[in-house]
């Protein structure tokens, strides 16, 4: 396993450690599939942990791989999870820094695996089987790794730049651009079709749905009005993210509350016009 520890404690906020540890096919790779061996901690306030939660409810782990889902704002603030401290500090000596979900632990050590979100993706697809979709299919691992890029650069990324306060006006101008043209190639890419890839959900649509999920209840809050409506101004796509919000696999892990909290108990910059109005909304469509 990988572990990748914090840097020198300084000024600002520590880092917490990445655990980059993967389930294998037997007993000789250490961490295997067994059924009840390992747990995941997510909060579903925050993307990743989103994204982990609607995979374990595609493929139906729940008794494979339990989830004891976290509060969106930690008890422990900027120190974590309190839950999870004992995981981290046995996972690394003398360990300082948050203790923060999600993570993938071993019930058997009380250790952590991972904290590496796209690993625990795949293992859990790869790994632990289930009754779900297949969401790496043969043959599509490069079109979702490519979605998985569009949606963290060039959507995520791109939008909470688009937004900094601290940015000059071309950085700003600059990252809206490249938001507005990701947008539109997805735009065109689910334009009369239900899925990104092939004719059933995969890892990419899980991928796009918690960006756009994201977008319009984070971002948002920090762009202007006109910056909102060039946003809105793509309706495939915002009809594919409504169509997905209403199957169980999506919708029942949508905390909108959630995510605000979490939202503000982390972000203190300023919010812009483009916060009053969503684009969707996202609590009449979400299943249960």
């Known amino acids: 396993m990988t572990v990748t520890p914090p840097p020198a404690r300084t000024a600002a906020r520590p880092q917490r450690a990445a655990f980059r540890g993967r389930i294998g096919k037997d007993a000789r790779s250490g961490h295997y599939a067994v059924p009840g061996r390992y747990r995941l901690y997510l909060s579903t306030a925050c993307p990743d942990g989103l994204r982990l939660a609607v995979v374990h409810r595609l493929l139906v782990l729940d008794s494979a791989c339990p989830v004891t889902f976290l509060p969106a704002v930690p008890d422990r603030s900027e120190d974590g999870h309190s839950v999870l401290r004992p995981l981290y500090e046995a996972s690394m000596h003398r360990y300082t820094g948050p203790a923060m979900a999600p993570v993938l632990s071993d019930d058997w050590s009380g250790r952590i695996v991972s904290t590496d979100v796209p690993g625990i993706m795949r293992d859990l697809a790869h790994r632990f089987g289930g009754d779900g979709p297949s969401l790496y299919p043969c043959g599509a691992e490069p079109e979702i790794e490519a979605v998985e890029r569009m949606c963290t650069q060039g959507i995520e990324r791109a939008a909470q730049d688009a937004g900094s306060a601290g940015a000059e006006q071309p950085v700003r101008e600059a990252a809206l651009d490249t938001l507005l043209e990701t947008l539109?190639?997805?735009?065109?890419?689910?334009?009369?079709?239900?899925?990104?890839?092939?004719?059933?959900?995969?890892?990419?649509?899980?991928?796009?749905?918690?960006?756009?999920?994201?977008?319009?209840?984070?971002?948002?809050?920090?762009?202007?009005?006109?910056?909102?409506?060039?946003?809105?101004?793509?309706?495939?796509?915002?009809?594919?993210?409504?169509?997905?919000?209403?199957?169980?696999?999506?919708?029942?892990?949508?905390?909108?509350?959630?995510?605000?909290?979490?939202?503000?108990?982390?972000?203190?910059?300023?919010?812009?016009?483009?916060?009053?109005?969503?684009?969707?909304?996202?609590?009449?469509?979400?299943?249960?």
């Not at 092939?198 to 984070?218: I, K, P, Q, R, S």
């Not at 696999?249 to 949508?254: E, S, T, Y």
Request: hydrophobic letters at 50%; glycine letters at 8%; proline letters at 2%.
């Open 184 to 288: 539109g190639a997805l735009e065109d890419r689910v334009a009369g079709r239900a899925y990104l890839t092939g004719d059933e959900v995969t890892a990419a649509d899980v991928e796009l749905w918690v960006a756009l999920v994201h977008l319009d209840t984070v971002h948002l809050h920090h762009l202007d009005a006109r910056a909102a409506q060039r946003i809105a101004d793509h309706p495939a796509l915002w009809a594919y993210a409504r169509r997905l919000t209403a199957h169980p696999g999506f919708g029942a892990h949508l905390d909108l509350d959630g995510i605000e909290r979490g939202h503000h108990a982390r972000c203190h910059g300023l919010e812009a016009a483009g916060a009053a109005v969503r684009i969707l909304d996202w609590a009449a469509h979400a299943a249960s």
